[in-house]
């Protein structure tokens, strides 16, 4: 079992950090490009490069014509901007690498007024969800909705976030920005013409207080990939994770990597976050899911009585082994007033079809991608649970895996 475990870790951790780079390693060629004079020969063959290998619109074309409502339900256009640059993204809350950039998005916004510049998000979902999006973030910037409809032309069949930059007069200034990296790499560039004047963006320190080396323009503060701490103890830089990896395929570094490594260390840095669960005598922090049938479950209608709180994922080996013990605990128990609650991960079908196998007549609740009340309760693990207290406190520190949770449950009852 133990080895199994381990093998699932390290190929969890392989994938993770495969996504890692096939996410960020285009970062390097753009940090090339602003080496270079942006009319030189090797930034003019970049540029042939990349739009070679995005694809997209092509540079100097027309942006294709839109009208799309915003979040207060008013038509807005792109010829509504005329004059000013602009950067369209293609955007959605629910996609963890736009949430990712959001807030710094968010903080170089007042540096695109002072360029005459617009950021324009064209957004999935309701208007609802969008609101609280970007007020979570601090996003002031119009935010229009595309209601399922891809009516630009410019984002059919695109993932998200996907940008491009427009000039003036309409017309695509810069080769499609695909991916979290090179989305924010356009930002940067909208924002650049204050950095390259020795001015601060917004949440960056001033410039002294960076290593000496090249000069680069500013950046905000380095974007911090959250892992649970069994993954990673100590705080990393991309840059470091990219030249370990190399050094341990036998590749020698130059002053050119050094250099950037640096400054890939500002723009990403890998932090492990807490994974071992709220402790005893903290507040169980409250939640409100939909159910498998859609109705909303709340952990207030079990105040007055005691909760086994379990975090699942119908991919969980040992959770199906959990499952029947789960089941047969809350027709014993129920009468004792101990209520069962299971938060699952993953789809709707998923967990309906593992709750019709195991016979499950307790609530089986989901929560959404970014997992958020797994990490109000600092678990990431599955199966994991918590035995809260008929006032609302976590009675016991969290248990992790089947026999710990039967224990769990037989302590709380002692």
Request: hydrophobic share 40%.
């Amino acid at each position: 079992m133990i080895t199994v475990l381990l093998l699932l870790i390290l190929v969890s951790l392989w994938f993770g950090f495969y996504q890692l780079f096939k996410q960020q390693g285009r970062i390097l060629l753009r940090l090339d490009r602003l080496e270079h004079p942006p009319h030189s020969p090797h930034a003019q063959q970049e540029l042939s490069d990349q739009q070679a290998e995005a694809g997209g619109l092509p540079v100097q074309s027309d942006f294709p014509p839109f009208a799309l409502p915003d979040l207060t339900g008013r038509l807005m256009n792109l010829a509504d901007l005329r004059g000013r640059r602009v950067l369209v993204v293609h955007w959605n809350f629910e996609c963890g690498f736009c949430d990712s950039i959001a807030p710094q998005l968010a903080r170089l916004e007042s540096a695109f007024a002072k360029q005459n510049a617009q950021l324009l998000l064209l957004a999935h979902g309701e208007a609802r969800p969008n609101l609280d999006g970007a007020a979570e973030h601090g996003l002031k910037c119009p935010i229009l909705l595309m209601q399922g409809k891809e009516e630009t032309g410019a984002f059919e069949q695109e993932g998200t976030p996907v940008a491009y930059l427009i000039d003036e007069e309409g017309r695509v200034a810069a080769p499609v920005g695909r991916g979290a990296e090179r989305v924010l790499a356009l930002a940067l560039e909208l924002a650049g013409t204050q950095a390259e004047a020795g001015e601060t963006v917004p949440g960056e320190p001033p410039s002294g207080a960076l290593p000496a080396g090249p000069a680069t323009p500013e950046t905000p503060p380095p974007h911090r990939l959250r892992l649970p701490r069994f993954l990673l103890k100590h705080d990393i830089g991309l840059g470091d994770v990219i030249k370990r990896f190399t050094s341990a395929l036998g590749i020698k570094t130059c002053v050119g990597c050094e250099r950037r490594a640096t400054v890939l260390n500002r723009w990403l840095v890998l932090s492990g976050i807490g994974g071992t669960g709220l402790k005893a005598g903290t507040p169980a922090p409250a939640f409100e899911l939909p159910d498998l049938a859609g109705r909303s479950v709340s952990l207030e209608q079990y105040r007055g009585r005691r909760v086994l709180l379990l975090f699942s994922d119908p991919q969980c080996g040992p959770c199906d082994e959990l499952a029947p013990y789960l089941v047969r605990l809350h027709r014993e128990r129920a009468r004792d007033g101990l209520g069962v609650i299971v938060v699952g991960r993953g789809s709707l079908e998923e967990n309906r079809r593992k709750a019709q196998e195991h016979g499950m007549d307790f609530p089986v609740l989901l929560q959404d991608k970014k997992w958020k009340v797994s990490k109000e309760y600092d678990i990431l693990a599955t199966p994991a649970a918590f035995l809260i207290s008929a006032d609302g406190v976590i009675a016991k520190d969290a248990a992790v895996g089947r026999d710990a949770i039967m224990a769990l449950v037989g302590n709380g009852q002692s």
